[in-house]
């Protein structure tokens, strides 16, 4: 356990449907990343926050995908309208600038969109 | 091209042996280094990162890094079977990102 967790662990969802997923980091870890893992890829990045700032975005983020780190702690990962493509591991990614920034990963959220 | 290659596998070796698996790389800028393993439906943990070129020693771990030649390789002494996972290679560059390759899948046979 690396401490930073991820809910819902899995989401069942019907195409057109909408849904958020949310991460909580290592509490002194100030970046927050989310990635996307479809079966036989690597994880691919989606976005990331240094405190409550969003500071890169993926060309994959499609406009159905919305990202928030409010307070700079928790994370929310919103798909609105989601398509069967959707459908993979949503993983969370937390660390702390300025050290390695060696990223720690959450368990994950397995979407399947039927 | 990809931005980080690793052959898919599987690569499989005997209980006890050295599993050496490799990694290229495509931005000469890339600063860090990691290996992570990911076993079957779980998400990826963090094995170690290499930053300077050469060797870096963890255990029964070992990460060289050649950044000439744009290649990073992990090596896995007395290989068990609790080793047997997929290994993803991932490189970041100055924007804090991590870029996968598409893992390699071990298999250590008793």
């Known amino acids: 356990d690396t401490g930073v967790s991820q809910d819902p662990r899995h989401k069942i969802t019907k195409r057109g449907q909408n849904v958020t997923f949310r991460c909580d980091p290592i509490s002194e870890h100030n970046r927050l990343y989310w990635y996307r893992q479809t079966l036989g890829q690597g994880p691919e990045f989606l976005t990331y926050f240094q405190n409550e700032a969003q500071l890169e975005k993926s060309r994959l983020l499609s406009d159905r995908f919305s990202a928030e780190r409010p307070k700079g702690s928790f994370s929310t990962l919103e798909i609105q309208r989601t398509e069967q493509g959707d459908s993979a591991m949503y993983l969370c990614?937390?660390?702390?600038?300025?050290?390695?920034?060696?990223?720690?990963f959450g368990p994950g959220t397995r979407l399947t969109v039927l | 091209q990809k931005e980080v290659e690793q052959n898919s596998g599987p690569l499989s070796v005997p209980e006890g042996a050295i599993a050496s698996l490799n990694c290229t790389y495509s931005?000469?800028?890339?600063?860090?280094f990691f290996w992570y393993r990911q076993y079957s439906g779980k998400s990826p943990e963090l094995i170690m990162f290499?930053?300077?070129?050469g060797d870096k020693e963890d255990g029964r771990f070992t990460a060289q890094l050649n950044k000439a030649s744009q290649y990073v390789s992990l090596l896995i002494r007395d290989s068990q079977p609790s080793d047997s996972a997929t290994y993803l290679c991932?490189?970041?560059?100055?924007?804090?990102?991590?870029?996968f390759g598409q893992g390699t899948t071990l298999q250590v046979k008793p």
């Open positions: 990614a937390t660390s702390l600038v300025g050290s390695t920034d060696t990223q720690y």
């Open positions: 931005d000469r800028g890339s600063q860090s």
């Open positions: 991932a490189v970041n560059g100055n924007t804090g990102k991590l870029i």
């Open positions: 290499i930053y300077s070129n």
